[in-house]
Nanobody, 115 residues
């Protein structure tokens, strides 16, 4: 069973940066999309950024210009570079990989933006 493991979360001051990583424990084939979601307390999980095998990356409006999603040299790696972080970015961040046959989710990593 393939598992996704996120890392890189933590506590950062407003204006700071973090880089989240998501790695698969095994090979994943026929990847269609790789995404980052987040869920803040009391709120629904929302799509933050996504990247497909063929198209450009897409971002929710609140993070455009601050966050960058990218794939690693290994096809089963995906990153989220987060700059100019704001307190409203505080949430648990999840990665998701969508293939032709499956959808994989990570367990989440906490990001807290606070002074």
């Amino acid at each position: 069973q393939v598992q996704l493991v996120e890392s890189g979360g933590g506590l950062v001051q407003p204006g700071g940066s973090l880089r989240l990583s998501c790695a698969a424990s095994g090979a994943i084939f026929n990847i269609k999309a790789m995404d980052w979601f987040r869920q803040a307390p009391g709120k629904q999980r929302e799509l933050v950024a996504g990247i497909t095998t063929a198209g450009p990356a897409n971002y929710t409006d609140s993070v455009k210009g601050r966050f960058t999603i990218s794939r690693g040299n290994s096809k089963n790696l995906v990153y989220l570079q987060m700059n100019s972080l704001k307190p409203e970015d505080t949430a648990v961040y999840y990665c998701r990989i969508v293939t032709l046959a499956n959808i994989y989710w990570g367990q989440g990593t906490q990001v807290t933006v606070s002074s």
